[in-house]
Structures are given as C-alpha cells and as structure tokens.
C-alpha cells in the first residue's frame, strides 16, 4: 500500500534519439524529485548529438541513472526495453524533452493511493523552446 511517506523504488524511463538540447533539464527534473527512491533508466537510440555524452556525464554523477542501447525501433521497443530491466515497484514514464514538477512522482503515489488506483497519468503543461507556456494538454 502506498502511504505519504511512500518508499516504493519507481522505475523513471526515458527514450533518448537526439535530444541534447533538453535532457539536461529533463534529467535535472527527475533527479530533483521530492520523492527520491527512484532509479532513471535511459535507454539511448544512437543519437548523432551529444545525447551520449549527456548521459555518461549524469551516470557517473549519480547511482540512480543508468543508460541502456536501444535497438533503433522508435520509442514503443525503447519503453519495452526500460519496462523488462526496471527494478520499481512503480514505472514512470518520460520524454526527453520533457519537465517534471519536483513532487509529480509523490504526488502521482499519493493520487494513486487515494483513489485505489493502478495507473496513473497527468495533465501536461505546453511550452514553447523559450520556455513559456502556450497551451494545456489533458490527459
């Protein structure tokens, strides 16, 4: 049962194809979470960027990040691939570009809690690359 002071491990997986503008952020927002038991698998597709780079850098930084080769088949087969080598209790999914807020994952155990829930998604914010807020998407 998942309670406020919830320790369950959430398995954090991000697809990575191109995406060195944003993933800093983007890692930086999962890092941040205010609950922190937590594991970020990235799996990376070959990016001709400096995704890589990115990604060693934060690895050797912080245990809880580590990467994995995708197989190049668009980012069902690189969730696939996140979901069979995660290690949560709960699965958290993420795209590269992506922001989190630091309490979504609490937040997200304590909605699921609340209401007897197995699943849970969210609203998402739309921004535009300067960073402002163009529009809400409803999920």
Do not use: W
């Not at 780079?53 to 912080?62: F, N, T, V």
């Amino acid at each position: 049962m998942i309670n406020k002071n919830n320790s369950s491990l959430v398995s954090v997986i991000i697809p990575v194809l191109n995406s060195a503008a944003f993933l800093r952020d983007a890692i930086d927002s999962i890092l941040s979470q205010t609950h922190n038991n937590l594991e970020l698998i990235i799996i990376y597709d070959n990016s001709y960027d400096t995704s890589l780079d990115i990604i060693k850098e934060y690895c050797s930084l912080d245990s809880r990040v580590s990467y994995i080769n995708g197989d190049n088949s668009g980012i069902s087969s690189a969730l696939d691939i996140g979901i069979k080598i995660s290690n949560g209790t709960f699965i958290a999914r993420m795209d590269a570009d992506d922001l989190s807020e630091a309490n979504r994952i609490e937040d997200q155990l304590e909605h699921m809690e609340k209401n007897n829930l197995d699943i849970c998604g969210g609203h998402n914010l739309l921004m535009d690359r300067a960073g402002k807020i163009n529009g809400i998407s409803i999920v």
